[in-house]
C-alpha cells in the first residue's frame, strides 16, 4: 500500500514536473537550467517550520519561504479569516475615498505598531510596491514643496528592494540591475560608510536629492548589519540636507529583529516606512508605504489634488483581514518575545559552529535573522575560489533542511531566518545539520 502511494506520488510529480518546464517560468531561476533539470520540490504543505512536498519529502524552511513566512506555516485561522472576507465582501475599491472594514482596522493596526508620527499607510500588494510607492511619494512631496528638483533616490550597495522600475532601479545588488538594459533615472548608490554618503550628498548636491533608502539590516545582500551609530549619523544628516529617511522593512519588519521594526534596533525613526512580507506572514500578497504625519500634513494642506497613484489591490479586502489575523496571531502569542529568545539560541548556535570550524567567521544578525560566513582564511578574510556556502546548503538539503547561501558581492554566507514559532530544539537540530554538512563538505576536499 505504502509502495504503491509512493510510485503515484513519483508519477504525479513527474506530470507536473513536465508541465512546470513547459508552462512555468519561475522568478529568479535559470530558465535553461530550469527546462533542464525541472523543479526541485513540488510542496503540497506546511506546518510550522516544515514544508512537505508532493513525494512526501519533508523539509526545514529554514529561510521562512523567502523572510517572509514569519508566523509558520499551516495556521488554519489565517485561511478561515480569507474564507469569511471573500464570502461576505471579496473586492470593493479604495480609489476615490471609498473604503471596507478590514483595510480600515489594519491601517489603525498598522500604526499601533509603527514608531513616531508614522500614522497613515498606502497599501499594496508586496514590497516592490511598496518602495516604488514610496520613491513617487517623496518626490511628490518635494514638488509639492516647492522643491521639483529634489528627485535623487540614494541606497546601498548590496541592499535589495525589489523588482519593479523603481526598486530594480534602487537596487544595491548588480546582477537584478543589469538583467535589463535602461533603469529609472536619478538612482545613485553608496557605500555603508557615512563618508561615502557625505562625499555623494556634497557632490550631487542636497538641492537634488529627495530620499535616502536602506533596509535596517540587508537581507538578500547577506544580513549585513550597518556600522554603529550609522543609522543616527544618516537621521542627522538626511534632517541637515532636507532628505527623506525610508526605512525598507520588508524583511525586518513586524518583529523578525526581536523589535517591532529593524530601526528601532538603531534607535531611529524614519520619515516613510515600507512594508510587506511579515506584515501577512505570506498567507496573502499585502505590503505598504507608512507615512509620517508631517508628510501627511504636506500633502494635504498645500496641494488640492489627488494622490495620483493607485493599485486595483491597495487594501485588498481579504489581504488586509489575512494580514489582521496574522498581526492578531504575533500579539497573543507573543512571538516577537520568543524572535529574541531564539534569536539568541540562533546566535549561540552559530557561535558554536564558528569555534568547531576554523573556515568560519563574521557571525552576525539580530533576533531570528542570523548569517555566518566561510572563509579560506578566517584572520585574513581570504576566500576560497569556490564558494562552500552552496555546498553545504547542498548537504543539509539531502539531510532535509532547505538552506540559503549569498554570494553577492564576492561573501560566502550562509542566512538564517526560521519561522517565529520555532523551540530550542528546532534550532538545534538546524544547528546540528550544518555542522554535520560542513564536515561532510570538508571530507570531500
Ligand atoms: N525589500 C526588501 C528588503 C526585500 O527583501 C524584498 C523581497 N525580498 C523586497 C523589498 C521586494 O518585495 P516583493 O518581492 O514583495 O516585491
Not at 519529502?57 to 519561504?65: C, F, M, P, V
Not at 474564507?83 to 471609498?98: D, I, P
Not at 499607510?121 to 514590497?127: E, N, P, Q, W
Request: hydrophobic share 35%.
Amino acid at each position: 500500500m505504502a509502495l504503491q502511494m509512493k510510485n503515484e506520488a513519483k508519477i504525479k510529480f513527474t506530470e507536473l514536473a513536465e508541465l512546470d518546464k513547459k508552462h512555468f517560468l519561475h522568478p529568479s531561476t535559470s530558465i535553461r537550467q530550469h527546462v533542464e533539470n525541472g523543479p526541485g520540490f513540488i510542496f503540497t504543505e506546511g506546518e510550522g517550520i516544515y514544508l512537505k512536498d508532493i513525494r512526501g519529502r519533508k523539509l526545514i524552511d529554514s529561510l521562512s519561504s523567502l523572510w517572509n513566512v514569519n508566523i509558520g506555516h499551516g495556521r488554519a485561522e489565517l485561511g478561515q479569516a480569507a474564507a469569511e472576507q471573500m464570502s461576505k465582501l471579496a473586492f470593493s475599491s479604495t480609489f476615490g475615498g471609498n473604503s471596507h472594514e478590514p483595510v480600515i482596522e489594519l491601517a489603525k493596526k498598522v500604526a499601533e505598531w509603527t514608531p513616531g508620527d508614522l500614522n497613515t499607510t498606502f497599501f499594496t500588494s508586496g514590497g516592490s510596491e511598496s518602495n516604488d510607492t514610496a520613491f513617487k511619494t517623496a518626490r511628490h512631496y518635494w514638488k509639492v514643496k516647492g522643491q521639483p528638483n529634489k528627485t535623487k533616490i540614494i541606497s546601498r550597495r548590496l541592499s535589495y528592494h525589489g523588482v519593479a522600475m523603481g526598486s530594480t532601479s534602487a537596487t544595491g545588488i548588480e546582477p537584478f540591475r543589469e538583467f535589463t538594459t535602461s533603469l529609472a533615472q536619478g538612482f545613485l548608490y553608496v557605500d555603508s560608510s557615512i563618508e561615502s554618503l557625505r562625499a555623494l550628498i556634497e557632490e550631487e548636491g542636497a538641492e537634488s536629492i529627495a530620499a535616502f533608502i536602506s533596509e535596517p539590516i540587508q537581507g538578500s545582500g547577506g544580513v549585513n548589519l550597518p556600522p554603529k551609530d550609522y543609522f543616527k549619523e544618516v537621521r542627522e544628516m538626511c534632517d541637515k540636507h532636507d532628505i527623506l529617511f525610508i526605512a525598507d522593512e520588508v524583511i525586518c519588519g513586524f518583529g523578525r529583529t526581536g523589535e517591532k521594526f529593524g530601526m528601532d534596533l538603531f534607535g531611529v525613526v524614519p520619515d516613510i516606512i515600507c512594508m510587506a512580507k511579515g506584515i501577512s506572514s505570506g498567507y496573502a500578497p499585502i505590503g505598504g508605504m507608512v507615512i509620517s504625519d508631517k508628510i501627511k500634513k504636506e500633502l494635504m494642506e498645500n496641494y488640492a489634488g489627488n494622490f495620483w497613484h493607485g493599485y486595483t489591490y491597495s487594501g485588498h479586502p481579504m489581504c488586509c483581514a489575512v494580514a489582521l489575523k496574522n498581526l492578531e496571531i504575533i500579539e497573543n502569542e507573543n512571538m516577537v518575545e520568543n524572535v529574541r529568545n531564539m534569536g539568541a539560541e540562533l546566535q549561540k548556535g552559530l557561535k558554536y559552529l564558528e569555534e568547531k570550524h576554523d573556515n568560519l567567521g563574521n557571525r552576525r544578525g539580530a533576533g531570528l535573522l542570523g548569517a555566518i560566513e566561510f572563509f579560506k582564511n578566517v584572520e585574513t578574510k581570504e576566500r576560497y575560489a569556490e564558494p562552500v556556502s552552496a555546498k553545504v546548503v547542498a548537504k543539509a538539503l539531502d539531510r532535509g533542511l532547505l538552506g540559503r547561501s549569498i554570494v553577492y558581492g564576492g561573501q560566502d554566507t550562509l542566512a538564517f531566518a526560521p519561522p517565529f514559532c520555532i523551540t530550542k530544539e528546532e534550532v538545534g537540530t538546524i544547528i546540528s545539520i550544518i555542522d554535520d554538512s560542513i564536515a561532510e563538505v570538508k571530507k570531500e576536499r
